[in-house]
C-alpha cells in the first residue's frame, strides 16, 4: 500500500489525523523579513524549515504542509523566484519528505493572489497552468496528496483543481476561507463550497478565516450539502490582534485543544491550525484528539 492509499484508507475508516500549524507566522518569529516569503528560505535556510516541518511532527502532527503557499509563479515573481517554479515546488516537497518518516506530506497550493476575468487580468487557463507547474514540481518532490487551500474564489478553485489534474491523479483536498459573516471575500457560503467542489475533491473544508468557534457551524454547513466527504479544518489560533509591532493571535494552547474536540465532534477528520498556531498549540490538540 502507497503512503496515499494509506491516508485515504485512515480517513475512510473515520480516523482523524491531526496537520500541522501555522508556517508564515512561525518562520516570521524565527527571523523571515517583512515581505519577504517563506518560499524564499527554501534555499536560503532549508534547515528552518526542516526544522519547523520537525517541531510539528515531535507535537503529533499525522502530516505536514509544504512549504509552498505562495508557490504558484504569480506569488513568486515577488521574490524574483518566477522562473524556478519546479524547483521551489520540488524541493520543497523533499524538504517536507526528507523529516517526514511515516507522517503524509500535503503539497500546499494556495491562492495567486490575483482576480479572474472579468474583475481581474486571469483567464481560467491562466490559472490552471499556473497550478499544473506547481502541481508538476510538488509531485516530482513526493507529496502524497494535493491541498489546494484558503481560496474565496470558486472559480479559481475549480481552474486549479483542472491544472493540477493534468500532471496527476493524486488526491486533491481544496479549502475555503470564510469571514464572520459565514462568507469568502468572494461573498460564497460553505454550503455552497460543499455543492459545487464536493464531485471534484475527495476532501473540502476550511482553513485560516478569524475566530475558530465558528468553524463548527462550517463544518455542519458542509455535511449538510454533501455526505462522504473528508471534511478538513485548520483554523487560525484565534483572534489576531497588535501588541507594540508584533501580531499576537490570542487563543492558548488549551483554547485548540478544546476547538479540536468541537471540531472532531462536528464531523471533521483532518484538525490542525493556521495563523499562529504554534508546536505547543499542536502539542494541546493532540492531546485533546488522543493523538500522543
Request: overall charge negative; some cysteine; charged content about 20%.
Amino acid at each position: 500500500m502507497t503512503r496515499t492509499d494509506d491516508f485515504l484508507a485512515r480517513l475512510r475508516r473515520g480516523e482523524v489525523l491531526l496537520a500541522d500549524g501555522a508556517t508564515g507566522t512561525m518562520h516570521q518569529q524565527r527571523g523571515l523579513e517583512p515581505g519577504q516569503s517563506p518560499e524564499s528560505w527554501i534555499f536560503g535556510h532549508p534547515e528552518r524549515i526542516r526544522h519547523l516541518h520537525q517541531s510539528y511532527l515531535d507535537a503529533g502532527s499525522d502530516l505536514i504542509l509544504t512549504c509552498t503557499f505562495g508557490g504558484t509563479r504569480y506569488r513568486l515573481e515577488g521574490n524574483g523566484l518566477a522562473d524556478r517554479v519546479l524547483e521551489v515546488n520540488r524541493r520543497a516537497a523533499e524538504l517536507a519528505r526528507e523529516v517526514a518518516g511515516d507522517a503524509f506530506v500535503a503539497g500546499d497550493m494556495g491562492p495567486t493572489g490575483q482576480l479572474l476575468a472579468p474583475l481581474g487580468p486571469l483567464s481560467a487557463e491562466d490559472v490552471a497552468t499556473a497550478y499544473a507547474d506547481q502541481a508538476r514540481g510538488l509531485v516530482e518532490g513526493g507529496v502524497d496528496f494535493l491541498l489546494i487551500e484558503t481560496m474565496s474564489d470558486l472559480g479559481e478553485a475549480k481552474a486549479a483543481v483542472q491544472g493540477a489534474r493534468r500532471v496527476t491523479d493524486l488526491p486533491i483536498l481544496t479549502t475555503f476561507s470564510f469571514d464572520t459573516h459565514g462568507r469568502t471575500m468572494m461573498g460564497i457560503r460553505p454550503e455552497q463550497v460543499a455543492r459545487e467542489m464536493a464531485p471534484l475533491v475527495v476532501g473540502l473544508g476550511a482553513n485560516c478565516g478569524r475566530d475558530p468557534a465558528e468553524y463548527v457551524g462550517f463544518m455542519q454547513a458542509m455535511r449538510s450539502a454533501t455526505e462522504g466527504t473528508i471534511l478538513w479544518a485548520k483554523p487560525n489560533a484565534g483572534l489576531p490582534h497588535m501588541v507594540g509591532d508584533e501580531v499576537v493571535y490570542d487563543a492558548t494552547p488549551e483554547d485548540m485543544a478544546q476547538v479540536a474536540r468541537d471540531l472532531k465532534a462536528a464531523g471533521a477528520q483532518v484538525i490542525g491550525g493556521c495563523c499562529g498556531t504554534t508546536p505547543q498549540h499542536i502539542e494541546a490538540m493532540a492531546s485533546a484528539l488522543d493523538r500522543n
